[in-house]
Nanobody
Framework: QVQLVESGGGLVQPGGSLRLSCAAS????????MGWYRQAPGKQRELVAA???????NYADSVKGRFTISRDNAKNTAYLQMNSLKPEDTAVYYC???????????????WGQGTQVTVSS
């Protein structure tokens, strides 16, 4: 069974930084793409950043220039470096991964449990 485990959330002051991690484990043939989503109270879940195996990236306009997504293929882990954090970034952040378990299997999407990020003075 594939599992995604997120870590790195917490409380940080405005202008500060945090690095989120998302480690995928289990039977994995290939991770096609990984991404980060977030959901604030009273708001819809939105895509924050995504990274495909080909190197293509996509960022929400609100985080461009401040957030950076990356991954370590050897560890099946994705990261989200968040700099110049603002109170508006406060939300639960979720990791998502598109994973193919075997060479003959189709890819399926998996989600992490979410990690809270709070930006406050």
């Amino acid at each position: 069974q594939v599992q995604l485990v997120e870590s790195g959330g917490g409380l940080v002051q405005p202008g500060g930084s945090l690095r989120l991690s998302c480690a995928a484990s289990g039977r994995i043939f290939r991770i096609t793409a990984m991404g980060w989503y977030r959901q604030a109270p009273g708001k819809q879940r939105e895509l924050v950043a995504a990274l495909t195996s080909s190197g293509s990236t996509n960022y929400a306009d609100s985080v461009k220039g401040r957030f950076t997504i990356s991954r370590d293929n050897a560890k099946n882990t994705a990261y989200l470096q968040m700099n110049s954090l603002k109170p508006e970034d406060t939300a639960v952040y979720y990791c998502n991964a598109e994973i193919r378990k075997t060479a003959y299997s189709r890819s399926n999407a998996y989600w992490g449990q979410g990690t809270q990020v709070t930006v406050s003075s």
